[in-house]
């Protein structure tokens, strides 16, 4: 699309002279059209997006929006038959697009917060662009634009058409972005920020005082000081950025929660969403008052806390909506055991903030698992609480080798020749034991040996470092990603599965199908 950068003549029939086709919104309705789109799949790269034409009357319940290009985008958002697996329609300027998820779980609500804030970040640049703003275009330019779509999300009232700041969290990000590109004495920089939120009274106490007169801003101008990197850890000790956008404070991020070393230990009440035991602390300290913490960790990944879980991550060179209460929420339904379910989603979590992979297998019938699904030499005995007999030994198997010197006197005499060790010969280590009476580090150890740690619907343990087999389901191999994924997809048949890369990404796969990644 071609723009006059020209006056217009006299017939222009422009209201103004010296604007031209620059001051009529109209023309930039294909830009802003396509920003949008842009984003929003930058975002769920995986997710289909196709034109489509208006929806007819009583087809779909519109969230809100506008339809006058001379007033703003017209952002109009509706859920498809009110489905969270199917698609969401979107209008801009009065076009409508469909947005189709890649997985089944489909676009949940933070989804859809997020989708909300791309289009309000893009509605300041519209209002901006034709002076109806107070804030400067170079403010929203501070950054990368995926920044201040996470930044609206968590902050939407630093996006209004009236505001006239930059939104702290945004900066906030800014700064650990820059971080990130030094090194303090050879070593990456880890940090992080507890971000007030506008609501609610968190100014009293001890550890949360007024900050001073002469507060520093807490953004970019900081990363100048070197020995600001040591002062602050990310893991336990946090800058504290108040209401004004200045740095108040370095809190204890445990002490912040209000919870103690060994409190933090204790299992997670069953009300709240598992998050890595690393950083729990880190999600508690952002309940209520719209608090937010950013974490630059080891990883070098940007994690975001907020409403008392992790909410997004920057990794891999890209933001990622994590939603871990729908996540969870779908993992806890495929399984008939909920303290089982929140055992096994807080192993992989942790397992994933470690970089370590792993495959979690919880069958639903082990009669029909052992034997085609696991091999019988690489199953526990297991004895029931109820005090019934353990099952008998399965035939031996070929799991050692025989060590045999023909010079060695043992050979010679006839006497039985001792056989190498290997993984077996450690099975009786959790032997006639349950997932749910193991502490959650013995859970985490067992399921990051190689192999996979599998149990049942009650939570015994079955084996531990398996090797799972797909024989029977060898075409699946071939459109598998790898072995661990190939896996996952047959143990799945047998029941429900997550899966951690060595990236640090978990996935669940029930039924044959991947259903979501975290």
């Not at 974490?295 to 890209?318: C, T, W, Y």
């Not at 010969?425 to 990051?448: F, K, P, Q, T």
Request: with cysteine.
């Amino acid at each position: 699309m071609s723009l006059s950068i020209h006056p217009p003549s006299s017939s222009s029939g422009g209201d103004e002279p010296g604007f031209g086709t620059f001051r009529d919104p109209r023309t930039f309705v294909r830009v802003f059209v396509g920003a949008f789109l842009r984003d929003v799949h930058s975002f769920y790269p995986g997710c289909r997006i196709e034109p489509v034409p208006a929806p007819g009357a009583g087809r779909l319940t519109v969230a809100s929006g506008r339809s006058n290009p001379g007033d703003g985008l017209g952002f109009e958002m509706a859920d498809e038959d009110g489905d969270r697996t199917t698609a969401v329609w979107v209008s801009l300027f009065g076009t409508w697009h469909r947005l189709v998820p890649e997985r089944p779980l489909g676009l949940g609500a933070q989804d859809r917060r997020l989708i909300r804030a791309v289009a309000a970040v893009l509605e300041l640049n519209f209002q901006i662009l034709f002076r109806r703003s107070r804030m400067s275009i170079l403010q929203l330019r501070r950054g990368m634009p995926e920044d201040h779509y996470v930044a609206a999300c968590l902050e939407p009232s630093a996006y209004a058409p009236a505001a006239s700041a930059t939104s702290r969290i945004a900066e906030a990000i800014l700064t650990l972005r820059t971080m990130a590109l030094s090194t303090y004495e050879n070593r990456r920089v880890t940090t992080g920020a507890l971000i007030l939120g506008l609501v609610g009274d968190r100014g009293e106490g001890e550890d949360r005082r007024p900050a001073p007169p002469e507060a520093l801003d807490f953004g970019v101008e900081l990363t100048s000081l070197k020995s600001l990197h040591r002062l602050c850890d990310g893991r336990r000790t946090l800058f504290l950025v108040d209401r004004d956008g200045k740095l108040a404070d370095v809190v204890d991020i445990r002490r912040w929660a209000g919870r103690d070393d060994q409190a933090l230990a204790d299992e997670t009440p069953a009300r709240d969403v598992p998050c890595a035991r690393s950083y729990s602390a880190h999600a508690r300290a952002t309940r209520g008052g719209g608090d937010v913490c950013l974490v630059l960790s080891p990883n070098q990944e940007i994690k975001v806390f907020a409403d008392g879980m992790q909410a997004f991550v920057f990794a891999h060179g890209r933001w990622r909506v994590l939603d871990p209460e729908s996540k969870f929420a779908v993992w806890q339904a495929a399984l008939s055991n909920p303290r089982l379910a929140r055992i096994l989603f807080q192993a992989a979590l942790d397992l994933a903030e470690e970089r370590q992979g792993g495959l979690l297998v919880v069958v639903d019938d082990s009669s029909q698992a052992i034997g085609r699904l696991l091999a019988p030499q690489d199953v526990l005995d297991f004895e029931t609480e109820a005090g019934g007999e353990p099952e008998p030994d399965p035939e031996p198997g070929p799991t050692a080798l025989q060590v045999v010197d023909p010079w060695s006197d043992a050979a010679t005499a006839g006497e039985p020749v001792v056989e190498a060790l290997t993984k077996g010969s450690i099975r009786y280590l959790a032997g006639n034991r349950s997932l749910l009476s193991l502490d959650a580090s013995v859970v985490e150890a067992l399921a990051s040996l190689d192999g996979a740690l599998v149990t049942d619907g009650d939570g015994r343990l079955l084996a531990f470092g398996a090797i799972l087999r797909h024989d029977a389901h060898s075409s699946i191999q071939a459109t598998a990603e790898g072995a661990r994924t190939t896996a996952a997809i047959v143990a799945s048949r047998y029941g429900p599965v997550l899966k951690v890369s060595e990236d640090g990404i978990v996935s669940c796969f029930l039924g044959g199908e991947r259903v979501w990644d975290l």
